[in-house]
């Protein structure tokens, strides 16, 4: 038995398997930030419902946790997040 991953995490670091390219590669694409993100959810890299919200939250929690210096306070990182989300809603405007 196979054991295909399709995400591969670490605090920090999010590697997505490219649907795209299955069966024929397994190739993952390095996310690191929101718009990478935005990008494989809109280029259907990512599929299915519970997958593309897991790939959304772990990509938002990737570049918080490498800007996490950037924020001065709470608010500033809440603001991030939330600003974050709303453009991420936008990358499957039907899903």
Avoid: C
């Amino acid at each position: 038995m196979s054991n295909l991953q399709a995400l591969k995490y670490a605090r920090g670091s999010l590697l997505v398997l490219d649907q795209l390219k299955i069966p024929y590669e397994s190739t993952f694409i390095p996310v690191v930030n929101v718009q990478d993100t935005w990008s494989v959810i809109r280029l259907m890299q990512v599929r299915g419902a519970p997958l593309i919200a897991i790939t959304a939250a772990l990509g938002l929690a990737v570049e918080a946790h490498n800007r996490r210096s950037d924020f001065s306070n709470v608010t500033d990182a809440a603001s991030f997040l939330l600003t974050s989300m709303e453009y991420l809603r936008t990358s499957r405007p039907t899903a």
